[in-house]
Nanobody, 122 residues
Framework: VQLQASGGGLVQAGGSLRLSCAAS????????MGWFRQAPGKEREFVAA???????YYADSVKGRFTISRGDAKNTVYLQMNSVKPEDTAVYYC?????????????????WGQGTQVTVSS
């Protein structure tokens, strides 16, 4: 099982970026998928999640700016990041979970990708 995150890069404040996470090794269409991030010197934190039934959940800090969605193939999940801020700078990780609840908790996820760097300049 592999999760491959991509799409990170350097973007100016106020700009947009779309992260992708491609899952392989099994069918993930019934799995919940989540995005977490870790800024330098800080603990990893929840960003967004989408359940197997496509319910979505967001951290308050990104609500209204970020959108999580699944691709048509269901084994891909996206994080559309709009109106980015310097405080969004972090390594972003995607993860997969067989759980239905508490998807903001890292321990609910069994599979993790390698992370992609997002840097927002002011």
């Amino acid at each position: 099982v592999q999760l491959q995150a991509s799409g990170g890069g350097l973007v100016q404040a106020g700009g947009s970026l779309r992260l992708s996470c491609a899952a392989s090794g099994r069918t993930f269409d019934t799995y919940a998928m989540g995005w977490f991030r870790q800024a330098p010197g800080k603990e990893r934190e929840f960003v967004a999640a989408i359940s197997g039934s496509s319910s979505t959940y967001y951290a308050d800090s990104v609500k209204g700016r970020f959108t999580i969605s699944r691709g048509d193939a269901k084994n891909t999940v996206y994080l559309q990041m709009n109106s980015v801020k310097p405080e969004d700078t972090a390594v972003y990780y995607c993860a997969a979970s067989t759980n239905y609840y508490s998807l903001w908790l890292e321990r609910k996820y069994s599979y993790w990708g390698q992370g992609t760097q997002v840097t927002v300049s002011s």
